[in-house]
């Protein structure tokens, strides 16, 4: 790579040198002359970049099983939550029951775990709430898809370098860089089931080479009536839950960047009806509803380093609101209220040092402390306390370090480890070694080990209402271990194979499991082993036709008992692609996916499905507008998804066929 | 490389005489022949203690490359070409970078306040300019983009348009495989095309496609490449690569003698351009001898 040689040291030298080029060029007729096609090569220099520079570590380089979509992705396919997105994500797949969306990733989805082993990021900054550990994948998380950038979808373990939640994979939703130049967008959406969405973004400079990006969104859904077996009786209206599955959201966010420093914000809000009767409330009773709240605000600075390396500070505060109102069967209906509200702020500090050509060490600490965990639940009227836990002053700290070696051949290996230590249940430490590299011309090799943790939640160990759910202060921190090999090829026609074989065991497994009569509680109920193959293709052929192909064949167990676990489909099978119909005015996109069968919590085994979503996307006004007619399931398949504990329905009906007609414009687009 | 195996040996002066000089580190993108001859108008106009390391068009090449580079303990970083220059947004603070052939640097975020840099583009005014000295009709130019790449360069070719009394008919072109529908549609008003380096449109498909249209229509075709008018074109614009290296070297002084490392970019200091006769004669068009007098190249 480099060339080092000796170089003209003096002028006159230098100059002999250039007449010598030029008499040869005279002499030679194709040198000194640039061809057509060096013309053409120095303009595709550029295009190249801008694809590579989205990332700025190759995806081959990367020490985990990783997927990145972009935001065009995201504009040509339709998908409007990250939940939409991460279903056709090899080996993802969720769970809708009517008032949460739960992601599962290769075969581990346990119900209603509020997807709790998967750690959300926006810009960097971890979403998972602090009661419960939860991630908001669906529109509980109503964020405008237009100010995406791209989402990096990292699989496997990431606890050596992120801390808790990231069990099963690291998914970072990366927004879009605020821009000098002005630009303006807003847009409208209109579908089926009464659904309406409304977005506004601006990003535009200012003085002092200060930049930001405001976005806005509204969301407002009338849901579905909707018909549950288990409640088919005639003072149960038969069955049908009428409008009780509406719901509302809105968020916001910011940036504010100059030069090295950034200001971030984030708010999203959302009330959902909840059609279910869960947790023994009144079926179909259009007054129990959810609501959940989550912000934050951060500043950072990165300094870009000296000689050695360099590093960034980041300041934040963050909270959580969640509201349950529920009804419960009485003369006159009696209403529950159920409330979760934290607050905690924290300090990291990140250093990446060069140690030589060969060694990139990076440095890292974190400190958070929650100001107030606040779990409360009563019955208004008779007034009724059934829980009031109040927590202060909790503090957490954690190290870590990662080094990246250059070894011979081009490949590297990665050593990782972090500490992580818990007022409430003491530390944890996870490493993580990758070794990746060059097989062969086209083919990038990956060994990958790593370790991770979920802590007991606030909830988990604290909650208790005496009745249904009772607390567990001595649980202990569930953790996984990881083994994976990864091998990406390169194809001819743009094309990129990656297949991969993983091993996961899962050890202490926190779930839900019956006390009593009718109470549950969560406990570390033993060792899960999640064993499987994937394997995928995507290609980019030319003329803007972008295809991929991926199929994922996993097995989850109970390690002693051999026995399935629930919510644990053996088969994903993925297709979509995008074709340019009229040039770039106009595409269809097309997302099919299949999810094999899967065990319900009553050892029911529910039906494979596979699910069809097309769109026709429309780019007019030199792309300031964009028109989008999309169906999803557009063959209208039944189909249904296994519910939690707190149900008394195994099965969860899943939308028919949706419509929606999204309309944009702007220059900001 | 045959080139800097000449220069090289041409260069040798004995060891000695290299103490005092500043070490550069040269970063080229790719082995693109622009980008040697950027090189050599640089070691032209500097005196220096040079060692050259090569992306070889790879960004994922950036981290093994600046890691060697840096290693060497630089005063400046020379980086040619956008790939270069993006890579060197990772070099240290106290370590100044230069960078040239970077089309559009505000892309990729460029410069950052350790780096500074010579572009590569050519003014829309002159170039427009020129148009209308070779024919001086035209009021209606058309200008095949992709909105992805080049909105922005529309933008200022619509600017300067406005200034000339000019008006720009912007054909948007998403993939090579639509631009025969694109240019079939929008460009029956054309009294002229303006073909800039895209990295979607400048393909030599379309290219093809737009000289085809050109020789129909009788309407000129205006390029950014030298080699493009050889092919055929009417006349292009440009800046010579060894240019804006000698450019980048004043550059390198100016950090070397005030320790400034600017967070600018500046644009080349020459304009060239080249004019084919014959396909002049062949669209009808009677070049003014001025034109042809002050031309770098003319294919007769």
């Given at each position: 790579m480099s060339t080092a040689r000796p170089c003209p040291r003096r002028r006159r030298a230098q100059r002999a040198s250039v007449l010598l080029w030029a008499a040869l060029a005279l002499l030679l007729p194709n040198m000194g002359v640039a061809t057509e096609k060096e013309a053409f090569d120095l303009v595709k220099e550029e295009c190249l970049v801008e694809a590579a520079a989205r990332r700025l570590q190759p995806l081959a380089e990367a020490p985990s099983s990783a997927t990145v979509i972009t935001g065009a992705d995201i504009q040509r396919h339709g998908w409007t939550t990250l939940a939409e997105v991460l279903r056709n994500i090899r080996g993802f797949y969720v769970t809708y029951d009517r008032n949460y969306w739960y992601v599962g990733v290769r075969g581990f989805g346990r119900p209603a775990?509020?997807?709790?082993?998967i750690l959300l990021l926006i810009d960097g900054h971890v979403m998972n709430g602090n009661i419960y550990g939860d991630a908001y994948m669906g529109s509980e998380l109503p964020i405008d898809m237009e100010a995406i950038d791209r989402i990096e979808i990292v699989r496997g373990p990431g606890s050596a370098l992120y801390g808790s939640n990231a069990l099963f994979a690291v998914i970072n939703v990366v927004t879009k860089t605020p821009t000098a130049k002005r630009g303006v967008a807003v847009g409208a959406d209109k579908a089926s089931f009464g659904t309406s969405e409304g977005w506004f973004s601006f990003t535009g400079g200012g003085p002092a080479d200060t930049r930001i990006a405001v976005s806005a969104t509204g969301l407002r859904s009338a849901g579905q009536d909707l018909y549950f077996r288990e409640y088919d009786a005639p003072d149960l209206g038969n069955g049908w839950a009428r409008g009780a599955d509406g719901e509302t959201g809105r968020s916001a966010m910011f940036s504010l960047i100059r030069r090295d420093l950034s200001v971030r914000g984030f708010w999203s809000s959302r009330d959902k009806h909840v059609p279910t009767g869960a947790w023994e409330t009144t079926f179909g009773h259009d007054g129990t509803k959810s609501t959940d709240e989550r912000g934050y605000i951060e500043l950072a600075y990165r300094y870009p380093g000296t000689r050695l390396g360099s590093y960034e500070v980041k300041l934040y505060h963050d909270w959580y609101r969640y509201g349950g109102i529920w009804f419960y069967e009485d003369d006159p209906p009696l209403e529950s209220r159920d409330i979760g509200r934290s607050n905690w702020s924290g300090v990291e500090l990140r250093d990446i040092a060069r140690l030589g050509t060969h060694s990139i060490l990076t440095l890292g600490a974190t400190l958070e402390h929650d100001w107030e965990v606040h779990q409360e639940v009563w019955d208004v009227d008779p007034y009724y306390l059934y829980v009031r836990s109040r927590l202060t002053g909790l503090t957490d700290w954690s190290v870590y370090f990662q080094e990246e070696l250059a070894l011979v051949r081009q490949w590297r290996l990665t050593l990782g480890l972090r500490r992580d230590d818990y007022e409430t249940f003491g530390a944890v430490n996870n490493p993580r070694v990758a070794l990746v590299g060059p097989a062969r011309d086209g083919t990038q090799l990956k060994l990958m080990y790593g370790r991770a943790f979920r802590p007991p939640s606030y909830y988990d160990l604290y909650y208790d209402d005496v009745d249904a759910t009772l607390s567990n202060p001595n649980l202990l921190p569930e953790t996984v271990d990881t083994y994976e090999a990864a091998v990406e090829q390169r194809l001819p026609l743009h094309s990129v194979a990656q297949w991969s074989v993983y091993r996961y065991m899962v050890h202490r497994l926190i779930d839900q499991v019956p006390v009593g009569e009718s109470a549950v509680q969560s406990q570390n109920v033993g060792t899960v082993r999640t064993t499987g193959v994937e394997i995928g293709i995507e290609t980019?052929?030319?003329?803007g036709i972008e295809a991929s192909a991926d199929l994922a064949l996993q097995s989850a167990r109970d390690d002693e008992t051999e026995d399935r676990l629930t919510n644990a489909p053996e088969i994903l099978a993925y297709g979509r692609f995008f074709v340019p119909v009229v040039g770039d005015r106009l595409g269809l996109s097309w997302d099919t996916r299949w999810v094999g069968a899967r065990y319900t919590n009553s050892r029911q085994k529910t039906s494979g499905y596979a699910v069809t979503d097309i769109g026709l996307v429309g780019n007019i006004l030199d792309g300031h507008m964009r028109l989008a007619l999309r169906a999803r399931n557009v063959f209208n398949a039944a189909y249904s998804h296994p519910g939690g504990n707190e149900l008394l329905e195994d099965l969860i009906p899943q939308d028919r066929r949706a419509w929606s007609l999204e309309f944009r414009v702007g220059n900001g687009l | 490389l045959w080139l800097y195996v000449l220069m090289g040996a041409a260069g040798l002066a004995g060891p000695s005489e290299a103490a005092g000089l500043p070490r550069v580190a040269i970063v080229l993108s790719s082995e693109l022949l622009a980008y040697q001859e950027a090189v050599t108008g640089f070691l032209s106009e500097v005196d220096c203690e040079a060692e050259h390391f090569n992306l070889e068009g790879d960004l994922s090449n950036a981290d093994r490359v600046l890691s060697s580079a840096l290693s060497r303990e630089p005063d400046v970083v020379f980086a040619v070409g956008a790939k270069a220059a993006i890579a060197c947004r990772e070099v240290p603070d106290d370590v100044p970078v230069v960078f040239c052939m970077v089309q559009e640097p505000e892309r990729y975020d460029l410069p950052t306040k350790n780096m500074t840099g010579v572009t590569n583009t050519v003014d829309e005014i002159q170039q427009l300019r020129l148009l209308l000295e070779v024919k001086r009709s035209i009021s209606k130019v058309a200008v095949p983009y992709s909105p992805e790449y080049s909105a922005a360069a529309l933008q200022r070719a619509q600017e300067a348009a406005r200034a000339l009394n000019l008006s720009i008919i912007p054909v948007p072109i998403g993939s090579e495989a639509t631009a025969a529908s694109a240019v079939r549609d929008r460009m029956s008003e054309a009294e002229a095309i303006w073909f800039i380096p895209d990295p979607i449109v400048a393909t030599p498909a379309v290219f093809d496609l737009l000289l085809a249209y050109s020789l129909d229509k009788r309407i000129p075709l205006m390029t950014f490449a030298r080699s493009l008018v050889r092919s055929g074109a009417l006349f292009a614009s440009y800046s010579a690569p060894e240019t804006m290296g000698a450019q980048a070297a004043e550059l390198v002084k100016r950090v070397m003698t005030h320790n400034d490392a600017g967070g600018i970019t500046i644009p080349p200091s020459r304009q060239l351009y080249s004019v084919n006769l014959r396909t002049a004669r062949a669209l009808g068009i009677a070049i003014p001898p001025a034109v042809v007098a002050q031309a770098d190249s003319v294919f007769r």
């Open positions: 775990d509020w997807n709790d082993r980019s052929p030319g003329g | -």
